[in-house]
């Protein structure tokens, strides 16, 4: 036995560490490859998972999305709704001064755009047959429009609505009122 050590030592002689060394060299270089290969599949991602990712993030995106949209068309709309009702506290100061409504928004003491329209961000405001006056959104605004009428509208009686023509704009309004059922087919939303 001792002869074919010698033998084996002799022909690996020109190595540096011998028979044992190649042992050595081979087991070390086998357990790196397979711990380099478990390293390697758990540094990153499947293509499962991240197609698992990308799904939940639709699904989520598809929920919350809309639902923000209206939210911020609501928030839009009250606003409308503030200046709406500044606007009708103003024309009924100036009924109990002339004994009428005004269609011009100067007699109220507004300070109103040159072609007689109030003017915010996002609406506009007017009023029309001495009855009513109305909130609309800009052209570029995707909003409902707010209609209060006047107190003393023989017709309505102070009613105010929120007019819906898309289901978008009768989800706006269905969260700020009821539907009329007395008026307007489903599409007007009464607000007080």
Same mark, same amino acid.
């Given at each position: 036995?001792?002869?074919?050590?010698?033998?084996?030592?002799?022909?690996?002689?020109?190595?540096?560490?011998?028979?044992?060394?190649? !042992?050595?060299?081979?087991?070390?270089?086998? !357990?790196? &490859?397979? !711990?380099?290969?478990?390293?390697?599949?758990?540094?990153?991602?499947? /293509?499962?998972? /991240? /197609?698992?990712?990308?799904?939940?993030?639709?699904?989520?995106?598809?929920?919350?999305?809309?639902?923000?949209?209206?939210?911020?068309?609501?928030?839009?709309?009250?606003?409308?709704?503030?200046?709406?009702?500044?606007?009708?506290?103003?024309?009924?100061?100036?009924?109990? &001064?002339?004994?009428?409504?005004?269609?011009?928004?100067?007699?109220?003491?507004?300070?109103?755009?040159e072609n007689g329209y109030l003017y915010t961000t996002y609406y506009y405001f007017q009023c029309f047959q001495n009855r009513s006056c109305v909130g609309s959104p800009h052209s570029g605004e995707d909003g409902v429009i707010l209609e209060f009428t006047l107190l003393h509208d023989p017709t309505y009686h102070?009613?105010?609505?929120?007019?819906?023509?898309?289901?978008?704009?009768?989800?706006?309004?269905? &969260?700020?009122?009821?539907?009329?059922?007395?008026?307007?087919?489903?599409?007007? !939303?009464? /607000?007080?």
């Open positions: 036995m001792n002869k074919i050590y010698q033998k084996m030592y002799l022909a690996n002689k020109n190595r540096s560490g011998g028979v044992l060394d190649g !042992f050595t060299r081979k087991a070390v270089g086998i !357990f790196y &490859s397979k !711990f380099h290969r478990s390293v390697a599949r758990s540094a990153g991602f499947t /293509l499962i998972e /991240l /197609l698992v990712v990308v799904l939940i993030i639709g699904i989520l995106a598809a929920i919350a999305v809309p639902q923000y949209q209206v939210a911020v068309a609501k928030s839009k709309a009250m606003d409308a709704m503030v200046q709406l009702k500044a606007i009708t506290d103003a024309q009924e100061l100036y009924y109990l &001064s002339n004994g009428e409504y005004t269609n011009d928004l100067a007699d109220l003491g507004l300070r109103i755009h102070g009613k105010h609505w929120c007019h819906a023509l898309t289901e978008r704009q009768k989800r706006i309004c269905s &969260s700020l009122g009821p539907v009329d059922t007395e008026y307007g087919n489903g599409n007007y !939303f009464l /607000l007080n």
